[in-house]
């Protein structure tokens, strides 16, 4: 179990049950735990740090890949939006109570495809924050009851809520990796 706050709707201490997420997705939401932080002030200062770390960075480190076969700083960024879009539609789902079982996507495909080494930078970084403007709005929009509703992606169970904390999360996953690996 990971005790997080719920969204701006409900301030009280909760109790994310393992039931709620795939296993994997523990090391994401241990990073926004005993914070008591809403999903709201999460996306938004996870969100706030991503933006102030990487923007204004050198066109040399903007391009950059810490090994042979690793992502670009742009690429990693683009993971971080195109995972947030895939998950914010199983997010709409769940919450709108649509039972079907929804699929994985494989990340690898999705970042060699979108070309985001010919991208400009900031325009990267504007689009992250764009994204996570969305996904802010689509919470704010969910009930309490929305937020507890469990749906199926990859073969996993996943609450909305569960989803609301994994965007800052991941989010702050790939920061860290950035500064360790990146900076």
Avoid at 5 to 28: C, G, R, W
Avoid at 36 to 41: A, C, F, L, P, T
Avoid at 136 to 145: G, T, V
């Amino acid at each position: 179990m990971i005790k997080l706050a719920t969204t701006n709707i409900h301030k009280s201490i909760v109790m994310i049950l393992e039931t709620e997420y795939a296993p994997y997705f523990k090391q994401y939401l241990k990073l926004v735990t005993n914070e008591g932080k809403s999903i709201i002030e999460n996306l938004e200062e996870s969100q706030k740090e991503f933006d102030v770390v990487l923007r204004g960075l050198s066109v040399d480190k903007q391009n950059f890949s810490y090994a042979d076969g690793k992502w670009s700083l742009k690429e990693l960024i683009q993971h971080v939006i195109d995972t947030e879009r895939v998950f914010c539609y199983r997010a709409l789902c769940f919450a709108r109570n649509d039972t079907t079982a929804l699929p994985g996507f494989d990340q690898d495909i999705f970042v060699e495809n979108s070309k985001t080494n010919s991208r400009v930078f900031n325009d990267v970084l504007d689009e992250m924050q764009i994204v996570r403007k969305g996904t802010i709005f689509l919470y704010k929009s969910f009930s309490k009851e929305a937020l507890l509703r469990v749906g199926v992606a990859s073969g996993n169970k996943m609450s909305v809520r569960a989803l609301g904390y994994l965007f800052s999360g991941h989010q702050k996953h790939h920061l860290n990796i950035v500064k360790e690996r990146y900076l």
